[in-house]
């Protein structure tokens, strides 16, 4: 990507910060949710922290070692297309140079208006590869490194955001932990969602108060699951 | 894309089926772990079917409305990106045909080689912008009417997958249930980790052995952190 100065305005928030953002946005919602649910349920706070940590270990796991193996599938993908792709460029090369020229054709060049480019392409085997790769098959080389710092940061960010959720329920008695919880939760959220809108691009009170509704829902509708079975 | 044979070879599964895999996936494991963490302090399946119940809840709309609405974020920056684009081709065109010259030398063409393509562009201001939009920033055109139905298909998977580990508890008395639902779901992971490696052209025995770990990992954790507390 070139490194012009408008470069830097389409700028939207490193890898880190989203896989932060992943983590914290389903470890927010999902144990405030259970919590709340069990709430209407059960009185025990003890069960509901115990299956609040049970969910917060599950979910954090799930996630992070999810994500890693994903990560590491990807890298594996793409080297198993570029292997492809090189063979295609090193037998077939007249089929490839096509195909070059239909890209091309999409954006409503000419045949003719293609051909340097293709003949250009021609002479740097290599290079023609990493265009196919990124032009053809929208596929850009992955960063094997990544892998597990991504899966430490989505299943951290997870944990952190679960623990707000499940604070009152252990430092409060059964009637003040549910509404301390949805208070401190909501707030939470908004704040999350507002930062988030920050770092995305998108409007921060509107995103706010997107994670503000789906937390609030997936806790409603866990609430009223619970309610209905007990 | 061009239509040609080989393409067919690249290809991994359509949007619908990768929403299922996600939803599944989550909801395969972490209802599961739940349950089976809670197994490990609880001897009452009735307040473990209400807390999986209520993570089946949770997390179908956590990752379904998410999901839904990051679509929709998507579909926004899209469109603001693109009438940034479309104002630089407008009001910048030297700065923009530099660009391009710029994305063209990182595969080792010359500026007189990427010319000819350069001035083409240029007498098409919209395909110009479609070009910069893939090929500077990665972006593709999103589909807004996938949103919907992608967060259903995440929402349902994960409500699917979560019923398999929660049934024996739901039938059975709770000696019998822990194991019953814990021989399921590892067959249900293997088979859903084999067809899902089926489809993502990843080797199917890995990924089948890769689900179960993160699953019987998940559900060790969940489970041994909420025996330590009771």
Redesign the interface.
Known sequence: ??Q?P??E??F?GSATVRDAVIGM??GL??P???AA??SG??DNT??I???G???I???S???G??GY?AAR?DA??FH??RS?EEA?VREKPE?EA??VA???R?????AE?????VE??RK?PD??V??MM?????L?APDPRRALASAATIAGAYIVGGFIPLGPYMALGARMALPASVGITLVALAIFGYVKGKF???QPVR?AL?TV???G???A??????KA??
């Open positions: 990507m070139p012009t408008h470069v305005r389409h939207t946005s389903d919602t999902v405030f949710a259970l649910g069990l349920a059960i003890t069960v922290v115990t299956a940590l049970a969910e270990a599950a979910g796991i799930a996630m070692l999810g193996l599938s594996e993908h198993a297309e492809r295609e089929m096509l195909e239909e890209i091309f999409g954006y409503g060049l000419s208006e293609a051909t340097p480019l250009a392409l740097r290079a023609w990493d265009f990124r032009f053809e098959l929208g850009e995305t691009g998108a995103s997107q509704v789906i937390g829902l997936a806790a509708a866990a609430f009223g699951i619970a079975i007990s």
